[in-house]
């Protein structure tokens, strides 16, 4: 078969989409460049939605993206199952557009906040984590401002008795409520992460992990087994 | 009414402000010699900003010829100094540019958007020679830690360079941190951008071709920093200096990024024939300088300039320092292109003038001729001062208050923990975690590494792969310069080559920051004057070419001026990335190894600054051949897979880099001295740095060593979770750490 075709999605202001592109090609993908503009998924078997600020995040992050053209495609395909995960902004503008529960709000230090951090994957029922251990814990770069988690009492009691959290930081670096790094919708083909999986796949450069590539590997398995 | 030409003719008795605009009477006599008649207010606003000290350079010009004048012959140099940045042949048909600028006065009044335009205005800077950035790096020096305008100035400075740069999408690798009271009132923010191009891409700032259109791009002009450039940055604080807080533009990184993306699209395009970034002095500095590099003539209708507020007048139109806005000249068929790519990247992009060739900038504002000049004139032609100087007063008295009088510690483990919490040795990570390093995921080397490093192959999307790499580090040391200009200005240099050097990359190219205090002070002039001639002459040692800089004057509140302050930048390439040598120890059992004499100095040393609280006698020789040996041994043996690690001494000495290297992964050490312990452990020597090498690759590396004529002495072993120096002290790692990072945030949290 011809290889799995991963897009990646460039909003105004989107910042490691060259990086998320690298790394779908390390794990053996083809990356499809996706533009907000267009109402065109140009048929890709998975998306990517990378970080950065879109639109400078001036409103709320991930607030105007949401309406960008090529979200009114990409929210049905991802209702339908196509297998999304976005990483910080990308996990932002995924909650603004209700795929993900709750939001992410200003970290409790006030200060952004570029570490390595250690996580532990809490499901690997997912798109994007079938490659994990079960409590695997592994190191995936960090580097956000707005990235502590909230939802609401029942919300958060429905993702733990789902098993909807799918990564957990050990050491919260946020005030993440309960820790949470990265959460997956119902159906698990969804998945939203703070950390940042493609700055951690190669050992030149980066974070000193290759963690990252992981969460690539997951996707192409999914979808050589689908 | 509108000034017009005609009206000035008529009118040539008409008082005008110029010494409001921070003219003085002559330069406003020769304005009129100029034009034959008195200026109109938009002429005298473009030369007002064109002859402030920060945009004509006028009373360093005489002294900054040394850098070319004694500049090393290097094949590297593709674009030397004059341009916006210089560029530098990194081999493979690859180019990089780099420049540092500050940003300090402004810094001051508005520390986080102060800052934040520090960043953004370099980075144009480098986008205008036709780059893509690829990083940037910032040297920060603030008033004593634990002063309360300290606690303002630096967590809004940090927060301004982490809120723009991270925003754009550029990864900052490195710089500076440092503290002393002379900062109080100007801390410096120095801030270095570094972008990369293929050799034959290069971008210059000129407007050839009679014709051909002028485009302004990106943010529409609004009142921001209207005479920032003459009257902020040229002018010494008093107390009033709150009531300029307009005077400090505003930036908008995510306008910037989109800027970037949609100038590279231009490039590739090949729709772009002259192009120039809009800095200090708006479309003043834009339009008379692209004007005097090309064909030599260009027509502006300032009407059709977008206002964000339509009722600035043409001489705010003028000065504006609006950010994110640059300034292209396009060929009339490449015009719709140019405007597609515009419109694809969201960024406006509005034709206000075009090329003409009758050696006049001509502009006009509803219907009539407002401005009429030789663009050189203003441009090219300013006023230059030779600005007389001598020695201070103090100087021999200073230098005569050596070292030698203080009292030696009887407890050197106690000193290594006192130096190594206090705020210029203790970590910097507070500052730098709040900087995203990994964006474009190209970062090999980054703080707390001596130098960040850069692979190149995959910097620019579909480019020739290649194996190489670039390193690039600030240095620069305040307190050796007060001692000594002449020999400061060689330390930062030196300090700054041979950061390069032990990451393995091979120094290449300089770029400088100059901050001093009012060149009008004839003793702060003669700081200058030295710093500058001791730079150009170790440049010419080392065979590193100076490409291009920035000087800052008057950073002095009241009379009292700062520490001479020259910060250097230093490029250097690395033929295959992978072979670069990580900062410290990196695994147990290797041999320890100290390239370098170390004498017996003390003179403007951290210990000294620290524990006595004493500045005096003379800084560290500056041994440039001895320099230059280490730095190819360093290079070789890193070429050679010699080295598992190193770290550069400088300041705290020996004691601090032992420290520093255990920290950097948590691995211990055990090291016997051959000397005496105080002098081996805390002198600040230059020319030295501390490697690790594995057993079996000790002899080849001593005998590369001996051919360079570096001296080499074993020291002892990594491993073990301590730092043991044998006879003297053992410290657990862990204490080095919690000691090392505390300090910073119980300053700052």
Redesign the interface.
Known sequence: MSAARVGVVTF??T??D??AA?AVRLAGAEAVPLWHADHDLKGVDAVFLPG??S????LRCGAISRFAPLMEELIPAARAGLPVLGTCNGFQILCEAHLLPGALTRNASL?????DQRVRIEQTATSWTNMFGQGQEIVL?I?H?EGRYVASDETLAALEAGGHVVVRYLGNPNGSLNDIAGIRNEAGNVVGLMP?P??A??E????PSTDGLGFFTSILKKLVNA | MTDSVKRAAETPEEPMPFAELGMKQDEYDRVKEILGRRPTGSELAIYSVMWSEHCSYKSSKVHLKQFASKAPKSEALLVGMGENAGVVDIGDGWAATFKIESHNHPSYVEPHQGAATGVGGIVRDIMSMGARPIAVMDALRFGAADAVDTRRVLPGVVEGISSYGNCLGLPNIGGEVAFDPCYLGNPLVNALCVGLLRKDQIKLATAPGPGNKVVLFGASTGPDGIGGASVLASATFEDESHAKRPAVQVGDPFMEKLLIECCLELYAADVVVGIQDLGAAGVSCATTELAAKGTGGMRVDLNLVPLRDPSLRPEEILMSESQERMMAVVRPDDIPAFMAICQKWDVPATVIGEVTDTGRLVMTWDGEVIVDIPPGTAADEGPVYERPYHEPSGQAALNADTPDRLERPADLRATLLQLLGSPNLASKEWVTSQYDRYVRSNTVLAQPADAGMLRISEAIEGAEPTTRGIALSTDGNGRYARLDPYAGAQLALAEAYRNVAVTGAKPLAVTNCLNFGSPEDPEVMWQFAEAVRGLADACRTLGVPVTGGNVSFYNQTGSTAIHPTPVVGVLGVIEDVARRVPTGFTAEGLKVVLLGETHEEFGGSEWAHVVHRHLGGLPPQADLEAEQALGTVLVEAARRGLLEGSHDLSDGGLAVALAESCLARGIGASVALSGEAFTDLFSESAARALVTVRPEAHEEFASLCARHEVPCYGLGTTGGTSLVVEGVFEVPVEELRETHSAALPALFN
Do not use: I
């Open positions: 105004p202001g910042l490691d060259q990086d690298r950065g600020f639109y400078g995040d001036y200060h952004y906040v570029c570490r770069p580097k401002g940042h493609e700055h796949v190669e030149l450069v980066g974070a």
